[in-house]
């Protein structure tokens, strides 16, 4: 196409830099950059130069809903991509394949080897495998690699030890991790990880994992997958992290101490109560320097007299998702004693005994001495939900703000709404400064 028959703003695009052209095409989905090889002469060969490849199998989805339309979309698809990593030369920034029907193990095999031979630094895995998977072994000593994110419904075969040289994110999701050679243990090393995030993921036969991240900032665990129950231990050895968060009912986790923790968040439970007990000691005892705690009931209802105090704690979120009595409630606050924001994510709906906090006639001083926020949400503003309440106002002597977020059977009940606001207001405070807002 001659440029003097192109539009004004067409050829002002011609104009730009090779530069500034690539760098725009580095936004557009691969399947669009190649498109605009048609443009012009200028344009025909640009995209071989992109630093970001993203190919996603939906924009070549068709209104076809048979088998065989949906085959030859796939084999489209997979030929596109072959046809597009042969011809570009250029290392890259970035590598994103998305796929969302499933698709030849072995053709996304061959991709990752191609890929990593161009030094991606940022490497984006969404797959459905009709098999179980295995990386190339070239991934694991790329040394460009700076960025894996993998989520694929698939099994995902892996050697005894892992190592990622270069490594600073990893994301894996709804992966199921299997070392095929039957070794329980699998021992992962990343010496310069700082992000690590694991959610609906299992390690299926395998019965111990050990991780290795001098320089590991976050750690986030979420073990509730499709891949059924599998018990195993974890081991971290972690000292620099600073953000923690785990969920899981199945994982027994070891720690090494972490004296930076800043934040975490503990949702863990079991069917064997004593060893239970026992886990959720030794984790916290190693957690006792956080700042920012979000705890789940079935943590609170196991922690021993011997639990740490835990000083630094200023935020603590409790999660009350199932009953827990008072008691629990009145012992985990014993622990916490300088909190200054106390928030009920999930409520007060779930306790019971709340009226025994009204009988209690001595608190150490320090009890609740430094709180100044609470909130509450949702509230359905039952007895037992007003007990507690009327527990905190009287105890908190520097409270300055008591928000409550009502349930939305409760707000659209004007009555019954007006009712429990004015029981709220006439509740004795310990705190002259106190507001209340209830909405």
């Not at 209802?301 to 009350?320: A, E, H, T």
């Given at each position: 196409m001659d440029a003097s028959a192109l539009p004004p703003n067409s050829k002002m695009q011609n104009c730009l830099p090779e530069a500034v052209l690539l760098h725009i095409l580095s936004f557009l989905p691969t399947k669009f950059a190649v498109g605009t090889s048609i443009l012009s002469t200028k344009w025909r060969y640009l995209w071989i130069s992109i630093p970001i490849l993203d190919f996603c199998d939906h924009l070549l989805f068709s209104t076809k809903s048979t088998s065989e339309g949906q085959n030859d979309t796939q084999l489209t698809f997979m030929n596109f991509v072959d046809r597009v990593l042969l011809f570009h030369k250029a290392d890259l920034l970035k590598f994103c394949l998305t796929c969302k029907t499933t698709h030849d193990p072995s053709r996304v095999n061959a991709w990752i080897s191609t890929v990593i031979m161009r030094?991606?630094?940022?490497?984006?895995?969404?797959?459905?495998?009709?098999?179980?998977?295995?990386?190339?072994?070239?991934?694991?000593?790329?040394?460009a690699l700076t960025v894996l994110k993998?989520?694929?419904?698939?099994?995902?075969?892996?050697?005894?030890?892992?190592?990622?040289?270069?490594?600073?994110?990893?994301?894996?999701?709804?992966?199921?991790?299997?070392?095929?050679?039957?070794?329980?243990e699998v021992t992962l090393i990343f010496p310069t990880l700082e992000e690590?995030?694991?959610?609906?993921?299992?390690?299926?036969?395998?019965?111990?994992?050990?991780?290795?991240?001098?320089?590991?900032?976050?750690?986030?665990?979420?073990?509730?997958?499709?891949?059924?129950?599998?018990?195993?231990?974890?081991?971290?050895?972690?000292?620099?992290?600073?953000?923690l968060k785990l969920s899981s009912c199945i994982c027994t986790y070891t720690l090494q101490n972490l004296p930076l923790i800043v934040d975490a968040s503990i949702d863990l439970s079991s069917w064997e109560t004593e060893k239970f007990g026992n886990i959720v000691d030794k984790l916290l005892k190693k957690i006792c320097?956080?700042?920012?705690?979000?705890?789940?009931?079935?943590?609170?209802?196991?922690?021993?007299?011997?639990?740490?105090?835990?000083?630094?704690?200023?935020?603590?979120?409790?999660?009350?998702a199932d009953s827990l009595g008072s008691g629990h409630m009145l012992n985990l606050l014993h622990k916490m004693p300088k909190i200054e924001s106390l928030v009920f994510s999930c409520g007060l709906y779930n306790c019971y005994d709340a009226e025994q906090l009204l009988t209690l006639t001595t608190l150490p001083q320090y009890f609740l001495a430094y709180l100044k926020s609470v909130e509450i949400r949702p509230f359905f503003g039952n007895k037992i939900e007003l007990c507690i309440?009327?527990?905190?106002?009287?105890?908190?002597?520097?409270?300055?703000?008591?928000?409550?977020?009502?349930?939305?059977?409760?707000?659209?009940?004007?009555?019954?709404?007006?009712?429990?606001?004015?029981?709220?207001?006439?509740?004795?405070?310990a705190s002259a400064t106190c507001v209340i807002n209830f909405s």
């Open positions: 030094k991606v630094r940022e490497l984006i895995i969404d797959v459905i495998l009709k098999d179980s998977f295995a990386f190339p072994k070239c991934l694991f000593k790329c040394e993998v989520e694929m419904d698939a099994v995902l075969n892996i050697p005894a030890s892992i190592t990622f040289p270069s490594l600073k994110i990893l994301h894996c999701r709804h992966v199921g991790f299997l070392y095929d050679q039957l070794n329980e690590f995030i694991m959610d609906g993921c299992a390690w299926l036969e395998i019965k111990s994992v050990n991780i290795y991240a001098p320089l590991l900032k976050r750690l986030d665990i979420d073990d509730d997958s499709n891949y059924g129950t599998s018990f195993y231990d974890m081991n971290i050895y972690a000292e620099t992290l600073t953000s320097n956080v700042k920012d705690l979000k705890v789940w009931g079935d943590v609170i209802k196991v922690l021993s007299s011997n639990m740490p105090i835990f000083s630094n704690v200023v935020n603590l979120d409790v999660v009350i309440v009327k527990f905190l106002l009287k105890n908190a002597r520097l409270l300055e703000k008591l928000t409550i977020i009502s349930v939305s059977l409760l707000s659209r009940d004007l009555k019954r709404q007006m009712d429990v606001s004015k029981q709220l207001l006439l509740l004795p405070r």
